[in-house]
């Protein structure tokens, strides 16, 4: 089974409504994911607890690169200190099941002032060029950096850098527009 990294950007007000109601958490990426694949383009919805709505204002999900840009920005497989790090591995939990919904841990999520720092910190001047001389398959592979790093090194360091660069846009972009950010990995 494969780890995937999924993002929602939400308003405030609905990142309240998923803290009153954790246990909505897994409908939000499950049905997410139903919405935005049924849906050309048009902003996915989700009904949850009778007429309430939770409406993600965007989504990503950077596939099984999550651990790779992590590394890539705090030089480390496990969590680490620092802005850059929560970027990936971040978050105040979401419920309080140490294994969340899909197992890999509880969703994690991020109020908008903490969308702000972490932006900033993404999108400062030399991350991106620091996180790309910090690839090394050889260097991965040996920390277990996931999923493995043994193919062609041009192939899975275009794939890294590119989940990296939209994870970048997707924070600075929630930031603009003054939005939460949940995140869990499925």
Same mark, same amino acid.
């Given at each position: !089974?494969?780890?995937?990294? %999924?993002?929602?950007? /939400?308003?405030?007000?609905?990142?309240?409504?998923?803290?009153?109601?954790?246990?909505?958490?897994?409908?939000?990426? *499950?049905? !997410?994911?139903?919405?935005?694949?049924?849906?050309?383009?048009?902003?996915?919805?989700?009904?949850v607890v009778g007429?309430?709505? *939770?409406?993600?204002?965007?989504? #990503?999900? /950077? +596939? %099984?690169?999550?651990?790779?840009?992590?590394?890539l920005l705090c030089?480390?497989?496990?969590?680490?200190?620092?802005? #850059?790090? %929560?970027?990936? !591995?971040?978050?105040?939990? /979401? @419920?309080?099941?140490?294994?969340?919904?899909?197992?890999?841990?509880?969703?994690?999520?991020?109020?908008?002032?903490?969308? +702000?720092?972490?932006?900033?910190? #993404?999108?400062?001047?030399?991350?991106?060029?620091?996180?790309?001389?910090?690839?090394?398959?050889?260097? !991965?592979?040996?920390?277990?950096?996931?999923? @493995?790093?043994?193919?062609?090194?041009?192939?899975?360091? +275009?794939?890294? /850098?590119?989940?990296?660069?939209?994870?970048?846009?997707?924070?600075?972009?929630?930031?603009? +527009?003054?939005?939460? *950010?949940?995140?869990? *990995?499925?």
């Amino acid at each position: !089974m494969s780890m995937i990294a %999924k993002y929602v950007a /939400l308003d405030e007000a609905d990142l309240d409504a998923l803290c009153a109601n954790p246990s909505l958490a897994p409908d939000l990426f *499950i049905s !997410m994911r139903r919405s935005v694949q049924a849906s050309a383009g048009g902003r996915p919805q989700l009904r949850v607890v009778g007429a309430a709505q *939770i409406t993600p204002r965007a989504h #990503l999900s /950077l +596939d %099984k690169a999550w651990h790779g840009v992590h590394y890539l920005l705090c030089g480390r497989a496990e969590e680490a200190p620092g802005d #850059l790090a %929560k970027a990936v !591995m971040g978050g105040r939990a /979401l @419920g309080s099941d140490p294994q969340g919904f899909s197992g890999y841990g509880p969703a994690r999520y991020f109020k908008p002032t903490d969308v +702000d720092i972490i932006s900033a910190a #993404l999108n400062a001047p030399g991350v991106a060029g620091n996180a790309a001389a910090r690839f090394d398959p050889d260097k !991965m592979d040996e920390l277990g950096v996931y999923p @493995g790093w043994d193919d062609e090194e041009d192939e899975g360091r +275009d794939w890294v /850098l590119d989940a990296l660069r939209d994870l970048c846009g997707f924070y600075a972009a929630a930031s603009h +527009d003054r939005l939460a *950010i949940v995140t869990c *990995i499925v």
